[in-house]
């Protein structure tokens, strides 16, 4: 990344670090990474590039994130391989995906084996509420290594590294971590149902590489691309900052009866587009987050 801004005078030397990026895909049209996520946004991404611009404060977790890649290549061992990139040609692209560890051995018949390992660093909340992308993203690198080397991945796993861990909840609450890393099993899909899966995704993204060549609106963000969090219904009483109760938005009845009750009111909380407002850099070139603003 070029056009780093350092608004809050931190330290040169996250600046360098952030403008000395050294990801890549490699050669080819596109990652597993992008695969997995909005074509719009990896669109207006490539689209606007050279005017995004970025704080390095807005980039910290994302550098510790990169340290993380320095531990797995300096904790190998003779039964690890770290930090691999594959390539493969599927429905007329090039796709790569960058394994950040295979753990192999060998089965009865002396055939490898391999596990792929994923480091993550991450929030307490996204541990306790996984996202699909990680199982996603996985797979897809299961599909690169069974195609492209011919081994059998016998199992997925993300190693949650917990930026914002805490020793009072992890006391307090019974489905907290209880250490600030966890190891998280994934479901290993058939070679099948990976195949499936990346071929439809690339299909999606062709499509909207297509409808934006020819003058027409990318395809929208879905609700989990946006993170979308849907509004409430808060019963309010006066004098109190916290709501009594929070209802959807389709319970109006039942909440406007359980406000009655407590002698309190109805207040409605608009819905969030979190990614949009607050983390998607393409946001002002963005159709779709101009009409969800309105």
């Not at 770290?82 to 051995?105: M, Y």
């Not at 059998?152 to 590294?161: P, Q």
């Not at 969090?229 to 009866?257: N, S, Y």
């Amino acid at each position: 990344m070029s056009n780093i801004t350092n608004k809050h005078n931190l330290p040169q030397t996250l600046v360098n670090l952030a403008r000395r990026d050294p990801y890549t895909r490699g050669n080819a049209r596109i990652s597993v990474t992008q695969l997995i996520g909005s074509p719009k946004i990896r669109i207006l991404q490539a689209e606007n590039q050279a005017e995004i611009i970025t704080d390095v404060s807005e980039t910290l977790w994302s550098l510790l994130g990169r340290a993380l890649h320095t531990v797995v290549e300096q904790g190998a061992d003779e039964s690890h391989i770290p930090e691999e990139r594959l390539f493969t040609e599927i429905a007329g692209w090039r796709l790569s995906g960058g394994v950040d560890l295979q753990l192999f051995g060998n089965n009865s018949d002396g055939a490898r084996q391999v596990g792929l390992s994923d480091y993550k660093m991450t929030t307490a909340w996204a541990v306790m509420n996984p996202k699909p992308d990680w199982e996603h993203q996985l797979n897809c690198y299961a599909y690169l290594i069974e195609k492209e080397k011919g081994w059998e991945v016998t199992d997925l796993t993300i190693n949650a590294v917990i930026r914002d861990w805490s020793r009072h909840e992890a006391e307090r609450r019974e489905d907290y971590p209880k250490v600030p890393l966890v190891v998280l099993p994934q479901t290993l899909w058939t070679m099948k149902a990976r195949e499936e899966y990346i071929t439809e995704r690339i299909k999606i993204h062709q499509d909207a590489e297509r409808a934006f060549d020819w003058g027409e609106e990318l395809p929208e963000c879905s609700d989990e691309e946006r993170w979308f969090k849907p509004g409430k219904l808060a019963i309010m009483r006066e004098g109190r900052v916290k709501a009594l109760k929070l209802f959807d938005i389709t319970e109006r009845e039942q909440a406007e009866e359980y406000a009655k009750e407590n002698k309190a009111t109805v207040t409605e909380r608009p819905g969030e587009n979190k990614r949009c407002e607050s983390f998607c850099k393409v946001a002002p070139w963005c159709e779709q987050f101009k009409r969800l603003q309105e």
